[in-house]
């Protein structure tokens, strides 16, 4: 008879911890000291998705449409979490997420420039998923901070450092990606780079012509 109501008293306390759980919200500002560890229901959720669960799924797309205010738990669990597929999965959040990307891009290029040259295994990944963030969301400025990319020990990280340098960069990044084409001795590197160049110079030959036919055409 104990051991039933204790059973019955365990299944009580666990119904009231779920009832709570459910009803917490997480607030839109981020206290000072905060980080991604004081986001527990942020933190697993997202990682819940390796499984088709409907609730996790459910609970993935409220993460995005919050938009901004889901952006502070999102940006601390990418720059401090020890998991990098775990981070990527925040950095997915961010990507999908409403708001200013460019705000999203500042606080993450210190946090880029600083762990690149030491990123190994799954964080090397990490890298180059902020890397193509940058190329998507960013401005040909943002593009001068993949340049170390293609000095990285990896040469799958040189290679998607070249792609998106050619998809965001400007004339600033040719000339860096002329010397690493020179030096690089990988033939998959070497031809992402050339087309970089390419893309680079085809772009910014548009971009002349539209500038001369403007001119031309103002009085």
Request: aromatic letters at 8%; a negative charge.
């Amino acid at each position: 008879m104990f051991n039933e109501s204790k059973t019955a008293l365990w299944f009580v306390l666990l119904a009231a911890v779920l009832m709570v759980a459910d009803t917490l919200s997480v607030s839109a500002e981020t206290p000072p000291g905060m980080t991604y560890r004081n986001y527990p229901e942020w933190y697993i959720l997202p990682k819940d998705l390796d499984f088709e669960d409907e609730n996790a799924i459910a609970a993935f797309q409220q993460l995005i449409d919050e938009g901004e205010a889901a952006h502070p738990a999102m940006l601390a669990i990418v720059k401090e979490c020890e998991d990098p597929m775990l981070a990527m999965r925040a950095l997915s959040v961010l990507r999908r997420s409403s708001g200013d990307k460019r705000r999203v891009i500042a606080e993450l290029k210190p946090f880029f420039a600083e762990r690149l040259p030491c990123a190994k295994d799954d964080e090397e990944w990490l890298m180059t998923a902020l890397a193509r963030f940058f190329a998507d969301f960013g401005t040909e400025e943002d593009a001068v901070a993949l340049l170390p990319m293609l000095s990285h020990s990896n040469w799958r990280v040189r290679t998607l450092g070249a792609r998106y340098l050619g998809q965001r960069g400007d004339r600033r990044v040719i000339e860096a990606l002329e010397e690493a084409q020179s030096c690089d001795s990988d033939s998959t590197v070497v031809e992402e780079i050339g087309k970089a160049i390419s893309a680079i110079e085809s772009r910014q030959a548009g971009q002349n012509s539209e500038t001369e036919a403007s001119a031309v055409t103002t009085p």
